[in-house]
Nanobody, 127 residues
Framework: DVQLQASGGGLVQAGGSLRLSCAAS????????IGWFRQAPGKEREGVSC????????YYADSVKGRFTISSDNAKNTVYLQMNSLKPEDTAVYYC????????????????????WGQGTLVTVSS
């Protein structure tokens, strides 16, 4: 069975850091890109970042560029999202998802392109 297990969310003060993890299983990790999305209450799900497992290429939303870093450990089939300088507006449920082709700037933000989704992990940033 395909599984994407997101973890690492929590409560943090503004300016703090968190690292999210997305552990994948049940598919050929190297053939997929992994994206991180987030959804705040009352808002649409938005793309945050993605990484292609094949070549390590990365993309970021403008709102997180310079603060978030996505990385991949292909040996562990795990993608990480290091989030620094967190702001209250980063508060959301964060989801990881897998798509069966390299990601690009469009793929990063297109929910319907993704084949598999994890369950989400809540990040709350207090002011």
């Amino acid at each position: 069975d395909v599984q994407l297990q997101a973890s690492g969310g929590g409560l943090v003060q503004a300016g703090g850091s968190l690292r999210l993890s997305c552990a994948a299983s049940g598919f050929t990790f190297d053939d997929y890109a992994i994206g991180w999305f987030r959804q705040a209450p009352g808002k649409e799900r938005e793309g945050v970042s993605c990484i292609s497992s094949s070549d390590g290429s990365t993309y970021y939303a403008d709102s997180v560029k310079g603060r978030f870093t996505i990385s991949s450990d292909n040996a562990k089939n795990t993608v990480y999202l290091q989030m620094n300088s967190l702001k209250p507006e980063d508060t959301a449920v964060y989801y990881c998802a897998a798509v069966g082709h390299p990601c690009g700037i469009a793929t990063m933000s297109t929910v319907l392109e993704y084949d598999y989704w994890g369950q989400g992990t809540l990040v709350t940033v207090s002011s």
